[in-house]
């Protein structure tokens, strides 16, 4: 059957409060318990027709097929010509996908021990150098996971800027810093920068063997080995497996290492109880399946063009930006499966931050700003802090209240003062923020995306968006590339040319 997208088109947005006051059912309706997370889309426009007809649209797409042809190791990267693995990492995947992950984990593993054991020498802090999906999920991981955690100083550097690595290396002591080169293809230019500028800084402050102090995360591990690596320390991992996907693969080394290899390990089978739930619900009590339908709602009925995920929890800080590679390199696209256009508004531009700093910054557009942008808050019960109770309290109230304020609205005489209400948020109350957890959060991001790319008839692995600026900055550096007169000013007026 084609997609019919004309039910959709049609759905009718009827106001939340309405909603509400017809069904009281809705709360138990719109809500889901998975994995230690509570979801609750009641205060979105979803209803029961909507959701039909989004799981028709769903079967009109193949969605049962592709998700296990997804979870089958099928070719499912067309473009590329990939199978996409990263469930297989934790454990969710084709018998010798799985099996090879595993391999992959337990060399990490072995690295980690002889680390643990100073077999390369003393090593109190990890430098870790990859951009975009080899750094923004052990950055998130890190970040969220290791306050606690005094085993390693642990610097994530994406940046090509040097001012980014010159601040690690005021933090850290070149003699006992390990650096990690996070790299899938092996080749990205700022990376491969970053990384030969640490070992030029350990050179000079007299590290003998500064290679012997390297360890490379790549799907290219010839390619790391020809760069100077020793063979022993690289950390291979699939192919199949997407950069904004890899935190799942030894590019989560320096989280293994930061936060000891049981919580990596919690991380992985949060997030494989997270695609069971996804491979085995039915669609109408499925997360990453309702998420995506009312993440389609409001990009295709109600034109929205932007979505907002704020983390009411400083550990997931790093959230937002974590979900801007994984949702709009995903689902940033123009065209189908097939090569046609689209057709219709692909992925949402994400953006968000942190609550409370948010409410106080950007709020006021969400409550009286033209545009509609639904908003996503994730918070936690249990709190991170030790501080007072109170702080914790203000946190978590302030998250609900914002929610019920955007739905609720008030009228006042004063235009300027009044609130149009009616404005959707969804829910994500963590019971704590662990690894398990966290990895089942993540998981149901990637799952969500999943579901939105194929309802969307789009590929949603592969990121050739990306390509056209490379090439034009590797043609500049060059001293070639055919510029317009503003670039050609520009580049000139700061002296490369
Ligand atoms: O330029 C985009 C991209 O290819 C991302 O998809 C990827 O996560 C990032 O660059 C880093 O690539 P690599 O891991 O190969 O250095």
């Known amino acids: 059957m084609a997609a019919d997208?004309?039910?959709?088109?049609a759905l009718p947005r009827t106001p939340l409060l309405q909603l509400f006051a017809e069904d009281p059912d809705r709360l138990k309706t719109f809500s889901l318990d998975v994995a230690g997370i509570h979801f609750d889309w009641s205060k979105t426009h979803l209803t029961r027709d909507a959701v039909a007809a989004f799981a028709e649209l769903a079967r009109a797409q193949g969605l049962a097929a592709k998700r296990d042809a997804l979870f089958g190791g099928e070719v499912v990267n067309v473009t590329e010509g990939r199978a996409v693995e990263h469930t297989a990492e934790r454990g969710e995947g084709n018998p010798e996908s799985v099996a090879r992950s595993r391999g992959f984990h337990d060399r990490m593993r072995a690295l980690i021990d002889a680390i643990e054991a100073e077999a390369l020498g003393p090593v109190r802090s990890i430098l870790h150098v990859g951009i975009g999906g080899s750094a923004l999920g052990p950055d998130l991981l890190v970040d969220a996971l290791g306050r606690e955690s005094d085993r390693y100083d642990v610097a994530i550097v994406s940046n090509v800027d040097g001012v980014a690595l010159e601040e690690a290396f005021k933090r850290f002591d070149p003699a006992t810093t390990l650096l990690v080169v996070a790299s899938k293809t092996f080749t990205t230019t700022e990376t491969m920068l970053n990384a030969t500028s640490v070992l030029q800084w350990m050179t000079e402050h007299g590290v003998e063997d500064p290679y012997g102090r390297v360890i490379a995360l790549t799907a290219s591990p010839d390619k790391a080995v020809e760069w100077g690596v020793d063979e022993t320390r690289v950390l291979p991992f699939s192919e199949s497996v997407g950069g904004r996907y890899s935190l799942w693969s030894s590019i989560g080394f320096p989280a293994a290492l930061a936060l000891g290899w049981d919580q990596f390990e919690e991380l992985l089978e949060g997030a494989a109880e997270m695609?069971?739930?996804?491979?085995?619900?039915?669609?109408?009590?499925?997360?990453?399946a309702l998420a995506a339908f009312a993440d389609l709602y409001y990009t295709q009925v109600c034109?929205?063009?932007?979505?907002?995920?704020?983390?009411?929890?400083?550990?997931?800080?790093?959230?937002?930006?974590?979900?801007?590679?994984?949702?709009?390199?995903?689902?940033?696209?123009?065209?189908?499966?097939?090569?046609q256009p689209v057709g219709r508004p692909t992925a949402a531009i994400t953006w968000g931050g942190v609550g409370t700093d948010a409410q106080h910054a950007v709020f006021q557009l969400l409550h009286q700003g033209t545009h509609l942008v639904p908003v996503e808050f994730i918070a936690s019960i249990e709190p991170g802090d030790t501080l007072a109770e109170e702080h914790h309290r203000q946190l978590l109230l302030n998250a609900f209240a914002q929610g019920a304020a955007l739905?609720?609205?008030?009228?006042?005489?004063?235009?300027?003062?009044?609130?149009?209400?009616?404005?959707p948020s969804s829910t994500l109350l963590l019971d704590t923020v662990d690894a398990r957890t966290l990895g089942a959060l993540i998981a149901f991001y990637e799952q969500r995306v999943f579901v939105n790319g194929v309802l969307l008839g789009?590929?949603?692995f592969d990121q050739f968006g990306v390509e056209l600026g490379k090439e034009m900055a590797k043609a500049a550096e060059k001293g070639g590339g055919d510029f317009d007169p503003s670039t050609t000013d520009l580049i000139a007026r700061a002296g490369l040319d």
């Open 5 to 9: 997208w004309s039910t959709i088109e």
């Open 275 to 288: 695609d069971r739930h996804f491979r085995l619900s039915a669609l109408h009590e499925n997360a990453p």
């Open 303 to 339: 034109g929205a063009e932007t979505r907002a995920p704020f983390a009411y929890d400083e550990r997931l800080r790093l959230l937002p930006s974590y979900l801007q590679q994984l949702e709009m390199e995903s689902n940033g696209k123009g065209v189908t499966i097939d090569g």
């Open 407 to 423: 739905m609720k609205g008030k009228q006042a005489d004063d235009p300027a003062r009044s609130y149009s209400g009616d404005r």
């Open 458 to 460: 789009i590929n949603s």
